[in-house]
Nanobody, 124 residues
Framework: QVQLVESGGGLVQAGGSLRLSCAASGRTFSGYVMGWFRQAPGKEREFVAGIRWTDMSTAYADSVKGRFTISRDNAKNTVALQMNSLKPEDTAVYFC?????????????????WGQGAQVTVSS
């Protein structure tokens, strides 16, 4: 049974930084891609960043490119999202997700497993 547990959310002022972490367990993730998504109140869940576990190739939404960095730690089985230069529009619940595939996709319904979410609030 795959489990994904996010941590590291919180409240930060605009321009600040936060680091989210996703602890993954239940199997070997070498055949997976891992993604971060976010959902703001009244909005659809949207892709933020993705990483292929095997070669660490990454993809980002245009809205976060240059500010956010996704990475994974194979020894700890964790995936991190470093968020810098945060803006109020980054406020959302952030979800970690896993997809049994070698292709990063931005479509949330193509991911097989989800964490419970972590709140990120950026004040202006």
């Amino acid at each position: 049974q795959v489990q994904l547990v996010e941590s590291g959310g919180g409240l930060v002022q605009a321009g600040g930084s936060l680091r989210l972490s996703c602890a993954a367990s239940g199997r070997t993730f070498s055949g997976y891609v891992m993604g971060w998504f976010r959902q703001a109140p009244g909005k659809e869940r949207e892709f933020v960043a993705g990483i292929r576990w095997t070669d660490m190739s990454t993809a980002y939404a245009d809205s976060v490119k240059g500010r956010f960095t996704i990475s994974r730690d194979n020894a700890k089985n964790t995936v991190a999202l470093q968020m810098n230069s945060l803006k109020p529009e980054d406020t959302a619940v952030y979800f970690c997700a896993a997809r049994l595939s070698l292709v990063v996709t931005i479509e949330p319904n193509r991911y097989n497993y989800w964490g419970q979410g972590a709140q990120v609030t950026v004040s202006s």
